[in-house]
């Protein structure tokens, strides 16, 4: 390893010593809002993982999230804590092994229609099931976990989900994807399987956004479908990871923090018009920041080095 | 053929595909020998891109029988295809412009199975980069190439497949005359090495210099076969290209 990469982690080690400190020293406020900030830096970066590379925008974020929620709200009291988030990692892969099959033939504009579709379409089967059968609309969760539990599981899932995508990208898995999203048919031609290449880090993606769900799910006491399954929650993350540019690991973090911090604002400070300004922020940073802040800070520092050799061609 | 010939590395045999009520291809039967040059030509609409769709795997055809290195494809995925040796160049050239020119040819190498070792990878894209004529050009961009080394790119990703066959659609369209002859001897150089090739391609002096043989097709079906010298002679080929004289 070369001294700057020792020094990288390093202080990545040292920051995150900091931040898993970070719950000893700050209030009740801090904290759910330091939750807030991991919960959509984890989600946008796993949305990134699957949709960065590959161009297909999935809105089907919530769907997984939820179904991640629901299953702590079901078996939350029943069984030991891990063995629920390792049910929920199982539930998460196999939802999304089944719509990854059936839909990543799709292109384009049908995915994306699809995946709001679908998380419409697992809401309503809640509410159906839960009407019809349970006769309860609404479940409390009662497990024994404190908001500084929450947080450190997800800080833990946020390394989780930057180790994985690191060692993707590095990975024949990640050059695949990569391929893909510039060109399908030459990626076939190159002997790649596209749709086990699609389906295998669609389903990476979903785990990871499944237990996002399952963690924060004791912070609410009480889930209804709508809370769980809220759609909102697609868009933010889709907004987040186009601001810090999808096409870089690091990219939808960059996006997450300042857009959680807004969101949180504008939902306290304007909670009637809160929708319409998510609305307006959306499209400005698609008009005005199509790669994101990622790309433009790549656009700038690649500019840079050029002036020193404008003078040697001048002498 | 004589009866020395090798055994032909694709054997195309009734191949037919059809988009509703148009045969686009209608019956064709064409073989390729190892080590040999065949064109394949015929006016536009004639169906010679879908039938190579048909090979590569891009399309399912509707009945007849591919048989790629003794074995049966047709229908196959195209990257179960691909791995067995069977590359492809694009019409409309297919350069990967997010990525730079080395990853471009590496796309061709990543994914052999067995897998290759990343040495052997990065040894094989300098020797490919080098062998279609963009030697040192591997950190560069592939969107800042020209049109006639996207074509280059192109060609050194198919050939990092380690083909045994390879299929140039117009590969040599829209280059200008000198570069036309550098293309040519590109190809002619390629089967030098053995490599068997099946072109699609316009340019007669190309066809006339480097096939060994020619199939010729219109709306969908073969119209002739043979050497480039009898096949462009072929009354039936040149009223496929020309329409018929009317003051004979």
């Known amino acids: 390893m070369s001294p700057t990469q020792i020094a990288a982690l390093a202080a990545g080690g040292a920051g995150l010593v900091v931040l898993a400190l970070l719950p000893f020293y700050i209030d009740a406020y801090y904290l759910s809002l330091s939750i807030s900030l991991l919960q959509f830096t984890v989600l946008a970066t796993a949305w990134g993982l699957f949709s960065g590379p590959t161009r297909y925008v999935s809105l089907a974020t919530t769907a997984f999230f939820g179904v991640g929620a629901y299953t702590v709200a079901v078996l939350g009291e029943l069984l030991a804590w891990p063995l629920v988030l390792l049910i929920a990692t199982a539930i998460g892969a196999l939802m999304a092994l089944i719509v990854g099959i059936s839909t990543l033939r799709l292109s384009g504009l049908h995915f994306v229609i699809f995946t709001f579709g679908l998380a419409e379409l697992v809401r309503q089967l809640v509410i159906w099931y839960e009407v019809n059968k349970t006769r309860v609309l609404g479940r409390y969760v009662f497990v024994d ?3 500084s539990d929450i947080y450190w599981q997800l800080l833990a899932l946020a390394v989780a989900v930057f180790v994985i995508g690191w060692l993707i990208a590095r990975s024949r898995l990640g050059f695949a994807l990569r391929i893909i999203g510039e060109d399908e048919t030459v990626a076939k031609h190159c002997g790649i399987n596209v749709t086990l290449a699609k389906v295998t880090l669609f389903t990476i993606s979903a785990v990871f956004i499944t237990l996002v769900g399952a963690i924060m799910a004791p912070r609410w006491t009480y889930i209804e479908p709508s809370i769980a399954f809220n759609p909102t929650i697609s868009f933010q ?16 973090a960059v996006g997450s923090i300042p857009l959680t911090l807004l969101f949180e604002f504008l ?11 998510i609305g307006i922020v959306f499209l400005l940073i698609v008009y005005a920041l199509p790669s994101g802040v990622v790309g433009l800070w790549e656009r700038v520092s690649r500019r840079k080095p050029e002036p020193p050799v404008a003078p040697q061609v001048q002498a | 053929m004589t009866a020395a010939s090798p055994a032909p590395v694709l054997e195309v045999s009734g191949l037919t595909r059809a988009f509703g009520g ?3 291809v209608n019956a064709i039967d064409l073989a390729v020998q190892t080590g040999q040059i065949v064109g394949l030509l015929g006016p536009n609409g004639s169906g010679k891109t879908t039938a190579l769709n048909l090979m590569s795997g891009v399309l399912r055809p509707d009945s007849g029988s591919i048989r790629f290195a003794g074995q049966a494809i047709e229908g196959l995925p195209a990257h179960r295809i691909a791995r067995l040796g069977l590359a492809r160049t694009f019409q409309l050239v297919r350069v990967l412009n997010g990525m730079s020119c080395a990853e471009n040819v590496k796309a061709g190498l990543a994914f052999h199975r067995p897998p290759l070792s990343r040495g052997e990878i990065d040894e094989s894209v300098d ?6 004529g963009l030697a040192n050009r591997g950190g560069l961009p592939a969107s800042g190439l020209t049109y006639i080394d996207c074509k280059r790119l192109e060609l050194a990703r198919a050939l990092a497949l380690k083909p045994r066959l ?14 036309l002859l550098i293309g040519i001897e590109l190809i002619r150089s390629l089967k030098d090495e053995g490599l068997s090739i099946l072109l699609v391609e316009h340019v007669m002096d190309a066809i006339r210099s480097l096939c060994d043989r020619c199939v010729v097709m219109n709306s969908g079906r073969r119209i002739a076969e043979g050497r480039p010298d009898e096949v462009l002679a072929d009354p039936a080929v040149i009223e496929a290209y020309l329409g018929v004289s ?3």
């Open chain 1, 145 to 147: 976990i404190t908001q």
């Open chain 1, 237 to 252: 993350v889709v907004i987040m990871a186009l601001l810090g540019g999808a096409h870089r690991l690091w990219g939808p």
């Open chain 1, 267 to 277: 939902s306290t400070r304007f909670p009637a018009t809160s929708t319409l300004i």
């Open chain 2, 22 to 24: 148009l045969v686009a």
């Open chain 2, 127 to 132: 020797r490919l980069l080098r062998r279609v």
């Open chain 2, 166 to 179: 390879l299929l140039l659609d117009e590969w040599l369209a829209g280059l200008n005359p000198s570069e």
């Open chain 2, 246 to 248: 009317t003051d004979a």
